[in-house]
């Protein structure tokens, strides 16, 4: 597989396979929006989920199963898989780090931390300000990654970012469960550090919705501009783009989608590093190619994965992020073995 690196970029995009791709996986998440409808405690019949969907009857149990708990844990299920995974691929493409993802470089950590402060100093909180606690901690996240990785000598390189990443996770974590254990509140916070849709209502996607999907516009709207940073700054600035309002407009933009995600389903690593390499391999370098089949095939990631949580072990359900972490870690092993022999 060919990986986007700092010495080298593969030259060629394929809009013929993006096409495909990207008609392909919205039909292939439709379906299994749809199959993870029908699947769990109750299996009910697809007809059943089509019925509910668009001529729903309120006298019917599984109509109100259907529109009240499993739609919205799939829809949100995609929305998700999308906004990390499209995350990732700007993070990617700006700083031409191959290891970049929101989980690995403290992001989601960060949002978990402020998440444990609010349940503790703030409970009841509404949830259209938790959302916003998420943005200001996965800033904090991001702040503290980048600033310890700038201080090894030598200056930053995708290893170190990453070593600066699993230690400021690390500290987040350690924090956020100090927090838990003194204030009581280990069962609030055990949902986000497992990662899952189990319990999502309309109003966390409702809430969700407008960040979510102004992100991935604005993600669309930036990506001509992270191709052009994805050859390096200096071709960018060669080219008259203003890198450094570019790169800040990214970087709200993963705040945003990242932030947003881990609010509503906690934190789950990985989607936002498998997803965008495999797309580049198929697509080629244009992240106006990228990043759309990037969100579709991390919404479609995400949903497989949350169908899997409910299959493997009935009636209990088997956290996402541990399903996405046994493909996650022997991916990011492989891609950091390859970068050091790089450096």
């Known amino acids: 597989m060919q990986i986007l690196s700092k010495n080298e970029q593969p030259q060629r995009s394929h809009p013929w396979i993006a096409t495909v791709m990207a008609v392909g996986g919205a039909a292939a998440v439709c379906f299994g929006i749809a199959l993870s409808i029908s699947v769990g405690a109750a299996t009910i019949s697809l007809q059943t989920v089509w019925d509910a969907v668009f001529q729903f009857n309120p006298d019917l149990t599984d109509h109100q199963i259907i529109r009240e708990l499993r739609l919205p844990r799939a829809l949100t299920a995609a929305l998700v898989g999308a906004c990390f995974a499209v995350a990732g691929a700007l993070m990617q493409g700006m700083t031409r780090n191959p290891l970049s993802d929101p989980g690995i470089l403290g992001i989601n950590a960060g949002a978990g931390f402020a998440l444990a402060l609010c349940f503790a100093f703030l409970p ?81 996607l409702q809430v969700m919705l407008p960040w979510a999907a102004g992100g991935l516009i604005a993600a669309v709207l930036l990506s001509r501009y992270v191709t052009m940073l994805s050859f390096g700054e200096e071709v960018a ?27 509503a389903v906690g934190s789950i690593s990985f989607v936002g590093l498998i997803v965008p390499h495999l797309v580049r391999f ?13 969100a579709i095939m991390g919404g479609l990631l995400v949903v497989a994965a949350d169908i899997g949580a409910r299959l493997i072990n009935p009636p209990y359900e088997t956290p996402i992020g541990a399903l996405i972490a046994i493909i996650g870690v022997p991916f990011f092993l492989y891609l950091a073995r390859n970068e050091r022999r790089q450096l």
């Open 282 to 294: 198929l697509v080629g370098v244009d992240y106006r190619f990228i990043v759309p089949c990037s």
């Open 237 to 263: 600035a060669g080219l008259g783009l203003r890198v450094g309002l570019i790169k800040l407009a990214g970087v709200i933009i993963v705040l945003v989608l990242a932030g947003s995600a881990v609010s």
């Open 124 to 204: 009841g909180l509404p949830f259209s300000y938790l959302i916003l606690f998420s943005f200001a901690g996965a800033a904090l996240g991001t702040g503290l990654v980048y600033g310890f990785g700038s201080l090894a000598r030598g200056g930053m390189n995708p290893v170190r970012l990453v070593l600066a990443g699993a230690a400021v996770s690390a500290l987040l974590v350690a924090l956020s469960q100090g927090i838990a254990i003194h204030y009581r509140i280990g069962q609030e916070l055990a949902f986000w550090y497992a990662g899952g849709v189990a319990g999502v209502k309309w109003l966390e």
